[in-house]
């Protein structure tokens, strides 16, 4: 909504988009040393690990959005893993790994939602390196380990399979 200041000392004004829809009442005023901007950013949609293929399959920005309008068959997932760090280098092993460092932190918030709306949920994140900058509790991931859900560090037997696990259930 607004921002002023300079070097180390910015001030910027916020609010959720549905409060500047109906006058502004949650304004929020943000006080931050650096401002950011990145333009352009979308989330990849390639077809590694069936996605496009299978309707089980869906993205980290998908899932959220099923969170968030409490989809009745998010209800009766017995079991969900998510698989962290897909990209452009699953579809083609010639090109660079690449961490946008913000979809492990989206995974744990997501599966935080998800074990607190479906406790029964069994809830797997595979992931090549946990990255979760920017959380403003450091503790969220050790939580997530001890109370809600299994981390695994993910090694692709086969890259070319679409179960990044060594013993997937699906051989």
């Known amino acids: 909504?607004?921002?002023?200041?300079?070097?180390?000392?910015?001030?910027?004004?916020?609010?959720?988009?549905?409060?500047?829809?109906v006058g502004g009442s949650a304004v929020r005023v943000l006080e931050h040393g650096v401002t950011i901007i990145a333009t352009g950013g979308r989330e990849y949609l390639g077809r590694a690990f069936l996605r496009g293929e299978d309707p089980r399959v869906i993205t980290q920005e998908e899932f959220e959005r099923r969170l968030s309008l409490s989809d009745p068959a998010l209800s009766k997932a017995?079991?969900?893993?998510m698989i962290q760090c897909v990209g452009p280098w699953d579809d083609d092993p010639s090109q660079?790994?690449?961490?946008?460092?913000?979809c492990c932190s989206?995974?744990?918030?997501?599966?935080?939602?998800m074990k607190e709306l479906h406790?029964?949920?069994?809830?797997?994140?595979?992931?090549?390196?946990?990255r979760t900058m920017g959380l403003k509790r450091p503790c969220t991931r050790?939580?997530?380990r001890k109370r809600f859900y299994l981390f695994d560090s993910m090694k692709r037997e086969n890259p070319q399979s679409p179960c990044p696990m060594a013993n997937c259930p699906s051989k």
């Open 1 to 21: 909504m607004e921002h002023e200041g300079g070097v180390g000392n910015f001030k910027t004004k916020v609010a959720p988009l549905e409060a500047s829809k």
């Open 78 to 81: 017995k079991s969900i893993v």
């Open 96 to 102: 660079s790994f690449y961490c946008s460092r913000i």
């Open 106 to 113: 989206v995974a744990i918030k997501n599966a935080i939602k």
């Open 119 to 130: 406790p029964e949920a069994s809830l797997s994140i595979l992931y090549k390196d946990m």
């Open 142 to 144: 050790k939580q997530g």
